[in-house]
C-alpha cells in the first residue's frame, strides 16, 4: 500500500504453465511434479502469449483504477480444480 499513494498501482497476472521452449521441453518428461501439474490442468495443453493479453491490457488501462494488491489469475482454473 506504500505506492498507493505515490499513484501506483501494484498488480500481477498469475498465468498458467506458457508456451515456451523451456516448459515444452520439461512438459515432456515425466516427474512428481509435472505430473501432478498435468492432472491439475483442464485442458490439456499450454497457454499462449495471446491468451493473457486481455489481462494485461485491463491492468495497464484506466479500467482498473481501483484494483490494486491483485493478481489477475490466468491459469484455466488450475487453482480450482
Same mark, same amino acid.
Not at 501439474?37 to 493479453?53: D, H, Q, S, T, Y
Not at 495497464?60 to 491483485?70: C, K, Q, W
Given at each position: 500500500?506504500?505506492?498507493?499513494?505515490?499513484?501506483?498501482?501494484?498488480?500481477?497476472?498469475?498465468?498458467?504453465?506458457?508456451?515456451?521452449? +523451456?516448459?515444452?521441453?520439461?512438459?515432456?518428461?515425466?516427474?512428481?511434479?509435472?505430473?501432478?501439474?498435468?492432472?491439475?490442468?483442464?485442458?490439456?495443453? +499450454?497457454?499462449?502469449?495471446?491468451?493473457?493479453?486481455?489481462?494485461?491490457?485491463?491492468?495497464?488501462?484506466?479500467?482498473?483504477? +481501483?484494483?490494486?494488491?491483485?493478481?489477475?489469475?490466468?491459469?484455466?482454473?488450475? +487453482?480450482?480444480?
Amino acid at each position: 500500500m506504500e505506492w498507493r499513494e505515490r499513484g501506483v498501482r501494484v498488480n500481477g497476472i498469475g498465468p498458467t504453465l506458457m508456451d515456451s521452449p +523451456l516448459v515444452r521441453s520439461a512438459a515432456q518428461t515425466s516427474s512428481i511434479t509435472s505430473d501432478f501439474i498435468k492432472a491439475r490442468m483442464i485442458r490439456p495443453r +499450454l497457454g499462449l502469449p495471446r491468451e493473457i493479453i486481455g489481462a494485461a491490457i485491463f491492468l495497464a488501462s484506466d479500467a482498473s483504477e +481501483l484494483v490494486t494488491g491483485h493478481i489477475v489469475m490466468c491459469d484455466d482454473g488450475y +487453482l480450482t480444480a
